[in-house]
């Protein structure tokens, strides 16, 4: 519920907010790797709260939140809300994000960035 939210909102702000860079993650073991789907990113625009819905689908882990939070920093994107949800082995979680300056991030490449950025750290 919202408890967990707020924990792992602070957490990722932390992260985000942090100035040290990240500490790099251990590898996945190859065990785990095998039953990897490929992440599935989407992004919605919400114009009444003024701020770009990220979708992920991917396989739950350790240390996921922590790998999207490092995504969010290196492209300079500000998180807002998360609402996170997993079903069995996968996870399933929306992500409120704006730029640094509070701005919609629409422009189609913005998002491919984004997009990749957070695939290379999950697959």
Not at 2 to 28: D, F, H, K, T, W
Not at 73 to 79: H, K, P
Request: charged fraction near 25%.
């Amino acid at each position: 519920g919202e408890e967990r939210l707020e924990g792992i909102r602070v957490y990722i702000e932390e992260n985000l907010n942090s100035a040290e860079p990240p500490q790099s993650q251990p590898r996945m073991p190859r065990v785990l790797k095998s039953f990897q789907t490929a992440s599935q990113i989407s992004f919605a625009i919400d114009q009444t709260r003024h701020v770009t819905l990220m979708t992920i689908k991917t396989s739950d882990r350790p240390g996921l939140l922590s790998l999207i939070g490092q995504a969010f920093a290196e492209n300079r994107v500000r998180l807002h809300n998360a609402r996170i949800a997993t079903a069995g082995a996968e996870a399933h979680d929306t992500f409120a994000v704006t730029d640094r300056d509070d701005q919609l991030i629409s422009e189609q490449h913005e998002l491919d960035e984004l997009a990749a950025s957070i695939r290379s750290k999950l697959d």
